[in-house]
């Protein structure tokens, strides 16, 4: 049975990777921060580890981001994508007004993590401006503090399975902003999965370029190498290398396999110009719709 590191229990990142898995067996292993997740699986502890890496919302998740680039070395080997639904989270008897309603203005403090909270402004701006935002590591541990804490007038904003863990009630259903908030989440490993969860539709490839110096036009000259050969690029990210002010590597989505002819030969065009490539995955590519259709 694999072994699967990942964000604390009752998190989004653990919705996500249920979806994943299906009814595959795993072991799934719960870390409180994402730099665990990741050594978890560069020490051998663990098999794969479940990164979020995009939001619809927030963009790009630019710490794990840098993790996945600069501080481990293991390949993307699947990406999908899961919605983040997020709720408000509590003990009902506390905000309950004689209506027999919640009264979100008994709110003193609203946990969450940075992310999640960003993402759910308009409900609490409307709802519960006067709550205290107070940051934690992830949704669960909110959660968890709020669990720990009764008749202090605290909620959490999470999922409905962190509420269904701490048996909590959920105050407010599906509390974003935008009802299109999903999250883009990559499972690293070193092995390929062996169980795919449905045929593959999409592959994609991601690689890292890091330009020459003093080379005027270099980057004009690297996304016309994918132009010209009509190969699909579905994100491109600057980064600093963090080796010097104004020094930036490029993070490449190719919708293509990279052992295709065309990216192959891309690479080595985009080599040729003295770049430095990195491949960082090729992998499949999932969408939630085509997940969901395979348990439909």
Known sequence: MKR???????SVSHEAALQL?????AELVYHKLISDVFLSTVHGKTDYSVIPIENTIEGSVSLHMDWLVNEVDLPIQVEWVYPSIQNLIGDRKEFVADSGEVDFTR???????????????????????????????????????VKEHPGQ????????????????????QRVTDHDNNYTRFILIGNQPLA?????????????LVTLP???????HQVLAAFAWRRLNLSRIESR???KKLG??????????????????????????????????????SYTYQELISEVL
């Open 4 to 10: 699967i590191a990942l964000l604390p229990e009752g």
């Open 21 to 25: 898995l299906g009814d595959e067996p």
């Open 107 to 145: 709110i003193r403090q609203i946990l969450s993590h940075p992310v999640a909270t960003a993402q759910c402004q308009q409900f609490i701006r409307k709802h519960a401006p006067q709550a205290e935002l107070v940051n934690a590591g992830s949704t669960t541990e909110a959660v968890g503090i």
């Open 153 to 172: 007038g605290l909620a959490a904003i999470g999922t409905n399975l962190g509420a269904s863990i701490h048996k909590l009630d959920v105050l407010a």
């Open 195 to 207: 169980k795919l969860p449905q045929q593959i539709k999409q592959m994609k490839t991601s690689i």
């Open 213 to 219: 110096e003093d080379f005027p036009g270099a980057l």
């Open 240 to 242: 600093p290398t963090k």
């Open 247 to 284: 020094s930036y590597y490029f993070y490449i989505d190719v919708l293509e396999s990279v052992d295709s002819v065309l990216l192959t030969a891309a690479i080595e065009e985009i080599k040729a110009l003295g770049c430095q490539v990195r491949v960082l995955g090729s992998y499949p």
